[in-house]
């Protein structure tokens, strides 16, 4: 029992001593982020408390971490620390000198390297704790215990009875995350057995659980994995995604922060708090049934019915896509995203069919009548192609970054994104970026609308890109 932890005293001794020193060093915990190309960082709790200040490297997440319009920092990961903060600052009892949480969100990808090259103080993540994950960082004491990693699967999964079921099926799965370990093992085992090995389909980077399981809720995928506790949160909110209690592919996983080797008061802190705030505790109970999220969600765009009204389009997309140098299945994902590919679609403000046009803009492109299907569509793409040529072809950005852009300049206008990409370069975020960058500073100060619609899109590309590999593969295998 401890009533009084020793990084208590540590902690109070520091800080009365930091006293002189901390006048230009303290950060706002509502900032929105940090510069990561500050000067690397890497002490523990009692140079926090000198810089007063903990860096938390969060993965941009609608369970985890996001930004409401305002600026209200939002998730379990923010809530959690930010009372962590408070409780910290209670006991201290030092209401002039006090510790503030600056919330960093980076790709999971690079969450652990951030940590490792003192960019980071404590990677607040939903990490399973794993013996890989050991070897680099320390982990404090298991917020939540016993998780199972689970197969979830969407309206047009195939029949799965046990595990072994899964030989030879497509499991989309971000490489950042446990759950590709568990089924690179779980492949090991396939292959020792004389099994098909499955096909780990890897989702980009940006991609968080949610995100993958509302593409299987749309039936843009079949079968992905999640985390037993994630899983029924959101099927509270995806009504068409199974949750297989039955088909575990990993068991009685652990579940904590990772900080860096070498930083024993941080981790006393943090285990401290955890043991009265986490799993089964009435703060973790309530904080997780909080984060339920939005309500506009991507729909199934790879159905047998929509894919058919795809395939009647392909040609066109692909015409106009090669005319104008611009992939032609982004470009349809828009065109999905605007009407479900409908040239019957009419909008109250007057926009028309496919890419749901408004009749200035085809006037301005001057490809014919856009209530016919393939000026319409051909006016959609060459309106793209104007709108990254007019204000991010000689930006340095890639291609795809460039017409990500492009859509949501069409959204919210080319002079407000201008603004938000102005804004993110003095947050020290990538101002030639969208995911994870622009995005945030759009969701801050423009709310959800066009970051759904982005997101939306390149959901709907990922989905198509999929369904034109298992055509190329069927073509393959009748070879």
Do not use: C
Not at 97 to 120: C, D, E, K, N, Y
Not at 137 to 150: G, I, M, Q, S
Not at 171 to 194: C, H, K, P
């Amino acid at each position: 029992m401890r009533s009084a932890p020793a990084w208590r005293y540590i902690a109070t001794a520091l800080l009365l001593a930091a006293a002189a020193q901390v006048a230009a060093a303290a950060s706002s915990g509502d900032e929105l982020s940090i510069k990561l190309e500050e000067q690397p960082w890497a002490g523990d709790l009692g140079g926090m408390i000198v810089r007063r200040y903990i860096r938390v490297l969060v993965p941009y997440s609608r369970t985890l971490y996001f930004v409401d319009l305002g600026g209200a920092q939002r998730g379990i990961s923010y809530d959690f620390m930010r009372a962590f903060e408070d409780e910290f600052n209670s006991k201290l009892g030092r209401g002039d000198l006090r510790i503030h949480m600056v919330f960093i969100p980076v790709s999971r990808a690079r969450l652990l390297p951030l940590l490792l090259a003192g960019q980071g103080d404590v990677a607040a993540a939903n990490l399973t704790i794993t013996p890989e994950r050991r070897k680099i960082v320390d982990f404090t004491t298991p917020a939540a215990r016993a998780v199972k990693e689970l197969i979830v699967t969407g309206p047009g999964a195939p029949p799965l009875a046990t595990l072994d079921d899964l030989a030879g099926k497509d499991i989309y799965v971000s490489r950042a995350t446990s759950y590709y370990e568990s089924l690179v093992a779980l492949n090991q085992d396939f292959r020792r057995r004389g099994l098909a090995p499955m096909r780990l389909r890897e989702a980009p980077g940006n991609f968080e659980t949610e995100d993958i399981l509302e593409m299987a809720n749309a039936g843009l995928v079949n079968i992905a994995v999640a985390d037993g506790y994630i899983a029924r949160l959101w099927r509270q909110v995806y009504p068409n995604i199974q949750v297989r209690e039955d088909l575990v592919v990993h068991q009685n996983g652990d579940i904590g922060f990772a900080i860096r080797k070498g930083s024993p008061q941080l981790k006393a802190a943090l285990d401290s708090f955890i043991s009265t705030h986490g799993e089964g505790t009435e703060f973790g109970n309530v904080t997780l049934q909080k984060y339920l999220g939005q309500t506009r969600w991507v729909q199934n765009a790879t159905s047998e019915q929509e894919l058919k009204k795809f395939n009647l389009l392909v040609g066109l997309f692909q015409k106009y896509g090669k005319e104008y140098d611009i992939d032609w299945l982004l470009m349809a994902a828009q065109g999905y995203q605007e009407s479900q590919l409908d040239q019957g679609r009419h909008s109250a403000a007057g926009a028309i069919g496919v890419m749901q046009v408004m009749p200035a803009t085809a006037e301005k492109m001057q490809v014919g009548d856009v209530t016919e299907l393939e000026p319409n569509i051909h006016a959609g793409v060459k309106y793209i192609r104007f709108i990254v040529d007019q204000y991010y072809k000689s930006e340095p950005m890639d291609t795809l970054n460039k017409v990500l852009f492009a859509f949501a300049a069409y959204n919210a206008g080319p002079a407000r994104i201008r603004a938000l990409r102005t804004e993110a370069r003095t947050l020290g975020l990538d101002p030639n970026v969208w995911f994870d960058n622009v995005e945030r500073v759009a969701d801050y100060r423009i709310g959800r609308e066009t970051v759904q619609y982005v997101a939306n899109i390149y959901k709907y590309y990922i989905a198509y890109t999929l369904a034109q590999d298992k055509v190329q593969q069927s073509l393959e295998e009748r070879r």
